[in-house]
């Protein structure tokens, strides 16, 4: 078997940079780098710890995208910029610093000759949820510090599992099906899609996910498993199933609103039409030398360029 199909996150990767490291890394110019640097000390991580054939850094195209705004306007809404003078209420707050370091992030990634993917319209999620689908060779590792992504773990056609780094690399967990049904109380046949179906129920304020009121995660986790799945259970409460108390019924009923959307909401989008700037085989030297070292001179990446030139399986 060969190496898995690393698919980053890699907004929430360098965004847990940014806030990791500290703010005193900066070039010449002043400009921080310290999200530059973490970011590409996370994928030579990557290519040292898990050894990845293949590897594609996913993007946001829109990380608020309209069609689950359409559907539910407090989507993300509580990130959303307020609106002042001549700002923009669709605009995330990003922290200043970190913005100029996108580009950066992005020329590296071109000058090493690691493939990026995005779609036009969608979310990082959407495009990881693509990739991983569409994959009927290789194992997949989806890399990421979002929980969200646990809804894609599998078994078949090729295993697709979560490395979850939300506390770090050092603590960063390997779950598949059977870590996400042991750790959630969820089916461990159908654990990616069973833990879409328990957050839409749950919900998730971070989100701006209202959930169903009254009903947290153990319940919801207890429902999708002894019903098999979202629309299986509002089928069995709107037939006033015996096996849904009264109560667990009035709850549904007053958030039907909220359920006929949230499906659409939570679960990635496999049908995003993915971009992708060039083969996704993880290089063994450098796709431009010349320009991996002015970048690194320019913006100060010495020793982060170093250990990410080391990493490559050709070095």
């Given at each position: 078997?060969t190496g898995?199909?690393?698919?980053?996150?890699?907004?929430?990767?360098?965004?847990?940079?940014?806030?990791?490291?500290p703010d005193?890394?900066?070039?010449?110019d002043?400009?921080?780098?310290?999200?530059?640097?973490g970011?590409?000390?996370?994928?030579a991580?990557?290519?040292?710890?898990?050894?990845?054939?293949r590897?594609?850094?996913?993007?946001?195209?829109?990380?608020?995208?309209?069609?689950?705004?359409d559907?539910?306007?407090?989507?993300?809404?509580?990130r959303?910029a307020?609106?002042t003078?001549?700002?923009?209420?669709?605009?995330?707050?990003?922290?200043?610093?970190?913005?100029p370091?996108?580009?950066?992030?992005?020329?590296?990634?071109?000058?090493?000759?690691?493939?990026?993917?995005?779609?036009a319209?969608?979310?990082?999620?959407?495009?990881i949820?693509?990739?991983?689908?569409?994959?009927?060779?290789d194992?997949v590792?989806?890399i990421?510090?979002?929980r969200?992504?646990?809804?894609l773990v599998?078994?078949?056609p090729?295993?697709?599992?979560?490395v979850?780094?939300?506390k770090?690399?050092a603590?960063?967990?390997?779950?598949?099906?059977?870590?996400?049904?042991?750790?959630?109380?969820?089916?461990?046949?159908?654990a990616?899609?069973?833990?879409?179906?328990?957050?839409?129920?749950?919900?998730?304020?971070?989100?701006?996910?209202?959930?169903?009121?009254?009903?947290?995660?153990?319940?919801?986790?207890k429902?999708?498993?002894q019903?098999?799945?979202?629309?299986?259970?509002?089928?069995?409460?709107?037939?006033?199933?015996?096996?849904?108390p009264?109560?667990?019924?009035?709850?549904?009923?007053?958030a039907?609103?909220?359920?006929?959307?949230?499906?659409?909401?939570?679960?990635?989008?496999?049908?995003?039409?993915?971009?992708q700037?060039r083969?996704?085989?993880?290089?063994?030297a450098?796709?431009?030398?010349?320009?991996?070292?002015?970048l690194?001179?320019r913006?100060?990446?010495g020793?982060?360029?170093e250990?990410?030139?080391?990493?490559?399986?050709?070095a």
């Amino acid at each position: 078997m060969t190496g898995p199909l690393a698919l980053l996150d890699s907004a929430s990767l360098y965004f847990r940079s940014f806030f990791a490291l500290p703010d005193s890394m900066r070039a010449a110019d002043g400009t921080q780098v310290n999200a530059v640097r973490g970011f590409a000390d996370t994928i030579a991580r990557i290519l040292t710890d898990r050894r990845p054939a293949r590897l594609v850094c996913c993007l946001d195209a829109d990380w608020r995208p309209k069609f689950r705004t359409d559907l539910l306007p407090s989507y993300k809404a509580h990130r959303v910029a307020e609106e002042t003078g001549g700002g923009s209420p669709d605009v995330e707050e990003v922290p200043d610093t970190l913005t100029p370091q996108v580009p950066i992030i992005l020329d590296l990634l071109a000058a090493f000759g690691f493939a990026t993917a995005e779609a036009a319209g969608y979310e990082a999620d959407d495009v990881i949820g693509a990739l991983a689908t569409r994959e009927k060779t290789d194992p997949v590792e989806v890399i990421t510090g979002d929980r969200d992504l646990f809804q894609l773990v599998r078994s078949e056609p090729t295993p697709a599992s979560v490395v979850y780094v939300g506390k770090g690399w050092a603590k960063a967990e390997v779950l598949g099906p059977a870590e996400i049904a042991e750790r959630y109380g969820l089916p461990r046949e159908t654990a990616g899609p069973a833990y879409a179906d328990m957050a839409a129920l749950r919900g998730d304020p971070s989100d701006g996910l209202p959930g169903v009121a009254g009903i947290g995660e153990k319940t919801a986790a207890k429902l999708i498993t002894q019903f098999g799945s979202l629309e299986a259970l509002l089928a069995a409460s709107a037939a006033s199933d015996s096996r849904v108390p009264l109560k667990t019924r009035l709850r549904l009923s007053e958030a039907a609103g909220y359920l006929a959307v949230a499906p659409t909401v939570v679960r990635v989008a496999v049908d995003a039409p993915v971009e992708q700037s060039r083969p996704d085989t993880v290089p063994t030297a450098p796709a431009d030398p010349a320009r991996v070292a002015e970048l690194a001179e320019r913006w100060n990446l010495g020793n982060s360029v170093e250990r990410l030139l080391k990493a490559l399986p050709g070095a």
